[in-house]
């Protein structure tokens, strides 16, 4: 069982710094309130297209590591409560 316990804290160690630089990689988001307020170009091909840019990438991969770090500090939460 402590083989498992190492294993999982090496791939949580590597989610999670993972996770910071994909974070720290990322530019800001400007538009903030004032561009839900305005509005903007929402049918341009850069709109449609978005999650094909470098940027789309960066975002989803962001979701996914987000995801897999909530994941597995549940999964470590279990095996330590054993």
Same mark, same amino acid.
């Given at each position: 069982? %402590?083989?498992?316990?190492n294993?999982l804290?090496?791939?949580? !160690?590597?989610?999670?710094? +993972?996770?910071? !630089?994909?974070?720290?990689?990322?530019?800001? /988001? /400007?538009?903030? +309130?004032?561009?839900?307020? !305005?509005? &903007? +170009?929402?049918?341009?091909?850069y %709109?449609?297209?978005? &999650?094909?840019?470098? %940027? &789309?990438?960066m975002?989803?991969?962001?979701?996914?590591?987000?995801?897999?770090?909530i994941?597995?500090?549940?999964?470590?939460?279990?095996?330590?409560?054993?």
């Amino acid at each position: 069982m %402590e083989i498992v316990k190492n294993i999982l804290i090496g791939i949580y !160690v590597v989610i999670c710094l +993972a996770l910071i !630089v994909l974070v720290m990689k990322q530019s800001k /988001d /400007d538009a903030g +309130a004032s561009g839900a307020v !305005v509005g &903007g +170009a929402q049918n341009s091909f850069y %709109e449609k297209n978005k &999650g094909r840019t470098k %940027e &789309g990438k960066m975002k989803r991969g962001t979701i996914i590591l987000g995801v897999s770090f909530i994941i597995f500090t549940i999964i470590l939460a279990i095996v330590y409560a054993m």
